[in-house]
């Protein structure tokens, strides 16, 4: 996830120098409170668990670099206790009827389907707000944002809250938009993230001889794809819905029933295949609309095709970014296009 943190000069209207003050106000503030993780960890009042999670993260970091060729630079080597569940939440909004979600636009960042803000209570305003103009609203909580450089983004307590591997995960994926982004394409960026994660995970836990930690990543790698299949699945028949000629009372009812099989379809799933593992429980269960659909897919649907790409390159970092820069240097239909077809690596 991306943070929106611009200058708000030549911008107009109170709304939208409220919104970036509030983002330029949270990200100076956690800057400001950032600590050395290297002092923490030789520091004898630190805690003995953040003492080792601060321990697992400079390891993690530099294999990072020297693993995954990612940045070299200063962020993730300090350390913020932001206090909070989330460090900011984002707002996802669409249509009653359709799939392509609201964009906003920015001058650093370009357009991203998002807004996102580091308070919950500022979040919740401006859902209910969307809301009110007849969009379909998804509010969720972010663990982790990137500055793609512009700062030395620190690690956050809300980063260690789970395990070493999710942690990994983390950190490879943030530094992955600081190596290659491109504007107004946030499928293509955060899939490419994803696919540089996924792999940058497979082989540090390889190189820590962490046996059951990769048996237990793979597993909930496959039940991530199932996952995703399901939501894939489900919005190519909202498509058909959407493209029908139905009037609006009964295309809402067309919407309601195909989201009503999503869940039937997640349950089967789960009881059978996933043989009762519940880990998804939380998301089927709360309320589920366009705008949830296409915040899941932005982060799931290109990834078999940079991991596709990524084998083509011999598992070579350097030279799998090499043809993920030309491809992003397309146009997006020809960028789209160049990433499924492509049959070598250059």
Not at 224 to 233: E, Q, T, V
Not at 261 to 268: I, K, V
Request: proline letters at 4%.
């Amino acid at each position: 996830m991306l943070a929106a943190v611009i200058m708000a000069s030549g911008v107009t209207g109170c709304t939208t120098i409220s919104y970036y003050a509030q983002s330029l106000e949270g990200h100076v503030q956690i800057m400001a409170a950032r600590k050395n993780v290297g002092r923490l960890v030789h520091d004898p009042s630190t805690p003995e668990a953040l003492r080792a999670k601060l321990t697992s993260a400079s390891a993690i970091r530099r294999f990072a670099t020297d693993e995954l060729a990612l940045p070299d630079n200063n962020s993730y080597r300090s350390y913020v206790d932001i206090g909070r569940d989330a460090v900011t939440w984002a707002v996802f909004a669409a249509p009653q009827f359709s799939l392509t979600p609201r964009t906003e636009c920015f001058p650093v960042f370009g357009c991203v389907p998002y807004r996102g803000y580091f308070s919950r209570k500022s979040a919740t305003e401006n859902a209910i707000e969307l809301h009110r103009q007849g969009l379909d609203v998804y509010v969720t909580g972010i663990t982790a944002y990137s500055t793609l450089g512009w700062s030395s983004d620190p690690l956050l307590s809300t980063m260690l809250r789970q395990d070493v591997t999710y942690l990994a995960s983390l950190i490879f994926h943030e530094l992955a938009h600081q190596r290659i982004y491109v504007d107004d394409d946030s499928a293509f960026n955060e899939a490419f993230a994803v696919a540089v994660e996924t792999t940058g995970v497979r082989k540090w836990l390889r190189a820590t001889g962490n046996r059951a930690g990769l048996r237990s990543y793979e597993i909930d790698r496959k039940r991530k794809a199932d996952f995703l299949g399901l939501i894939s699945k489900t919005r190519d028949e909202l498509r058909q819905v959407y493209g029908s000629p139905r009037a609006a009372e009964q295309m809402a009812a067309a919407k309601a029933a195909t989201i009503d099989r999503l869940r039937t379809r997640y349950r089967q799933m789960r009881d059978k295949r996933w043989a009762g593992y519940r880990g998804y429980d939380a998301w089927f269960d709360a309320p589920i609309n366009n705008a949830k659909l296409a915040a899941t897919a932005v982060y799931g649907e290109q990834v078999p095709a940079f991991l596709r790409l990524f084998d083509l390159c011999s598992g070579d970092y350097p030279r799998f970014y090499a043809a993920v820069r030309q491809i992003a240097n397309l146009p997006e239909p020809s960028r789209v296009q160049a990433l499924k077809t492509a049959a070598t690596c250059h």
